[in-house]
């Protein structure tokens, strides 16, 4: 899952959906509604500057373009980010997860919309940024594309975006919680400059969050999937929300320190408290399977699925009752998912450590409910409270709880299933302090809370 999720999370857009929730009754009046993209960025730059509070120190590439020229982009883009064969894995373990049709092809979706759903794109690799011509945004607003995009352009000069794309590989969850910070402050300064109607941190008139609520009934970008959409639409909303948590805090000091010592998790998102405290995830190292699994199985992808999106799933799978209590003492987690040659060939394991013993239980309890929802006509095992087991078509499914731990594994053959379990429970737990060294203190001890 890890490269289809950092690649478009990298791209570092602008959602005309997005855009377009904004209140923009201000933004008619801005510049850039006759001008060339080239001139509006020449004139909005010592704007976008002063709000953001940093310099340019170098001016920034703009071009228009089309739509046409966005679909070959990200054609191009996807093609160099992921083989064939992974984007395929990718597939294989949504569809298996339930959080994609059966029959979808998940690179004609993502091409399709991302063509139709871009207003504008910043390029961390030639340090340019693009407006999409007939984007669908009303119109007035491509100055407030512009500034948005202006402000990844000013976070990649004053902090160097490419770090943020190499320091979270393989973790998908850290992914989302970087790219939140980087979309929630071009956001609050895109807001600040299309609407002038509120100061910088004090939040937008709505709240924003609102879309991203965990639901099954609707995808929130037409033609993707709930759980692209949502994870499309995550670093804006939460993100938005995350800086103006800083602010508050420390000010525009508060945001440049996260740059500098950013989110690593979608729980600190979510939840700012847990990245002021320092309450880091675990991370957990799950042995390859390859070894045990029948002759040509391969490992598809392995990454930290995090807080966020195991909410998303448990919420598609079953509806949203009792989500929220179940996800709310995540601690860290692993998913890994193995094809064979078949289409039903296919092993998903899930790891994970919690806050204490309650917290898992309660995991485990409502994964029981997953478990049965998904795979109707299960035969039942055991179920003694720790471990839990069901049959089918000679494959097992399993849950298991050791204290704070907590393992599911579906759809392994019965013929390995034994050693699959025995290797998955000697799973190594490391502290990503350990992993990704971050400071003993408290975030953002040392900033200065603004005087308000």
């Known amino acids: 899952m890890s490269k289809a999720i950092r690649w478009f999370c ?125 984007s669908g945004m009303p ?20 902090y160097g975006l490419a770090k943020f794309r190499t320091s979270s590989e393989g973790n998908d969850d850290m992914t989302l919680a970087l790219t939140a910070l980087i979309e929630g402050d071009a956001s609050d300064i895109m807001m600040r400059y299309g609407t002038g109607s509120y100061a910088r941190g004090c939040g937008p008139a709505k709240d924003f969050t609102s879309f991203i609520a965990f ?24 993100g938005s929300r995350f800086v103006v948590e800083l602010m508050k805090r420390g000010g525009d000091q508060a945001v440049d320190a996260a740059f500098a010592d950013p989110p690593i998790s979608t729980e600190q998102v979510m939840n700012p408290d847990k990245y002021f405290q320092r309450d880091e995830p675990v991370i957990i190292d799950l042995p390859d399977l390859t070894e045990v699994l029948p002759d040509g199985w391969e490992l598809l992808d392995q990454t930290t699925l995090g807080q966020f999106n195991l909410g998303l799933f448990l919420a598609n799978s079953i509806g949203t009752f009792g989500v929220d209590e179940a996800i709310a ?42 478990i049965k929802s998904r795979f109707p006509g ?30 599911v594994i579906e759809n392994a053959p019965l013929a390995c299933a034994g050693e699959i379990v025995v290797r998955c429970r000697q799973a190594q737990k490391t502290g990503a302090g350990l992993e990704n060294p971050v400071a003993d203190t408290d975030r953002l001890k040392d900033v200065a809370v603004p005087v308000r």
């Open 378 to 407: 299960l035969t039942e095992g055991i179920d003694d409270g720790v471990v839990a087991t069901w049959i089918r078509d000679d494959v097992l499914y399993y849950i298991r709880q050791d204290g704070a731990d907590v393992l």
């Open 215 to 238: 639901s099954a009934g609707s995808s929130s970008i037409p033609g993707l999937p709930m759980f692209l959409a949502q994870n499309m639409l995550f670093p804006y909303t939460y």
């Open 329 to 370: 003492g995540w601690e860290g987690d692993t998913l890994a998912g193995y094809g064979g040659h078949r289409y039903d060939e296919f092993v998903l394991v899930y790891s994970s450590t919690w806050d204490d013993v309650v917290a898992a239980g309660r995991f485990a309890s409502l994964y029981r409910k997953v």
């Open 139 to 158: 119109a007035g607003l491509d100055a407030v594309t512009i500034a948005h995009e202006l402000t990844h352009a000013l976070q990649d000069q004053r």
């Open 10 to 134: 990298f791209i570092f857009i602008l959602l005309v959906l997005f855009a377009c929730l904004t209140d923009a009754a201000n933004a008619a009046e801005r510049p850039g509604s006759s001008k060339s993209p080239e001139a509006t960025a020449r004139e909005i730059m010592p704007e976008v500057a002063r709000l953001r509070g940093l310099d340019f120190t170098e001016p920034v590439p703009v071009r228009r373009v089309t739509q046409a020229d966005v679909a070959a982009y990200v054609r191009r883009a996807l093609a160099e980010e992921m083989s064939e064969r992974e984007l395929k894995g990718f597939e294989k373990i949504l569809k298996h997860m339930g959080l994609l049709d059966r029959e979808a092809d998940l690179a004609d979706i993502l091409i399709r919309t991302y063509s139709q759903q871009i207003a504008g794109f910043y390029d961390d690799k030639d340090k340019s940024f693009s407006v999409v011509a007939n």
